[in-house]
């Protein structure tokens, strides 16, 4: 592996996560009171966790984020609107989340369901008067935000339009 190829993935990453922390805030902005950094940070969050070495890798990763953030943020819009924010519920919450995956034979997509869940929770405890539902959908919608700007990035980047899947 040269030194540009070694440098591309690091580079990609960067870009991805720029961009996609701008559109995440500047979208999230659009909703007063919803924490418009908040979604920036889990934009540019979805965008550095889907980002992988080849564009195959980077759109499977992006299907298991899209998938695992609707059931965690869904497990958690439910939860909050019945319950308050708790560590213990949230504990319950992130359960429900992963066995609910593993119900549904998705059981590899618990990991990030259950991340949703837990940043969910938080930032809608951070202000109790948010409602749960539009919460847990612009968690959502910033996940495609930034696992877009993702499969973008590695659908556009020169270096990987060629690489072949195992090259390194």
Same mark, same amino acid.
């Given at each position: 592996?040269?030194?540009?190829?070694?440098?591309?993935?690091?580079?990609?990453?960067?870009?991805?996560?720029?961009?996609?922390?701008?559109?995440?805030?500047?979208?999230?902005?659009?909703?007063?009171?919803?924490?418009?950094?908040?979604?920036?940070?889990?934009?540019?969050?979805?965008?550095?966790?889907? &980002?992988?070495?080849?564009?195959?890798?980077?759109?499977?990763?992006?299907?298991?984020?899209?998938?695992?953030?609707?059931?965690?943020?869904? &497990?958690?819009?439910?939860?909050?609107?019945?319950?308050?924010?708790?560590?213990?519920?949230?504990?319950?919450?992130?359960?429900? &989340?992963?066995?609910?995956?593993?119900?549904?034979?998705?059981?590899?997509?618990?990991?990030?369901?259950?991340?949703?869940?837990?940043?969910?929770?938080?930032?809608?405890?951070?202000?109790?008067?948010?409602?749960?539902?539009?919460?847990?959908?612009?968690?959502?919608?910033?996940?495609?935000?930034? &696992?877009?700007?993702?499969?973008?990035?590695?659908?556009?980047?020169?270096?990987?339009?060629?690489?072949?899947?195992?090259?390194?």
């Amino acid at each position: 592996m040269n030194k540009a190829e070694r440098l591309r993935i690091p580079a990609e990453i960067a870009i991805a996560a720029l961009v996609a922390y701008l559109l995440g805030y500047w979208f999230t902005n659009l909703f007063p009171g919803y924490l418009p950094k908040i979604g920036g940070l889990w934009s540019a969050i979805s965008a550095i966790v889907v &980002t992988q070495a080849t564009r195959r890798e980077t759109t499977s990763s992006a299907s298991l984020r899209i998938l695992g953030s609707a059931i965690g943020a869904g &497990t958690s819009a439910i939860y909050l609107t019945l319950l308050p924010f708790h560590p213990l519920g949230m504990a319950v919450a992130i359960f429900a &989340t992963v066995a609910l995956c593993a119900a549904i034979n998705v059981p590899s997509h618990g990991r990030l369901a259950a991340i949703t869940v837990i940043v969910v929770m938080v930032t809608g405890s951070l202000d109790p008067k948010l409602s749960p539902g539009l919460n847990a959908l612009l968690r959502l919608a910033e996940s495609f935000i930034g &696992t877009g700007v993702a499969v973008l990035a590695a659908g556009l980047w020169p270096s990987s339009n060629n690489q072949v899947d195992g090259d390194s």
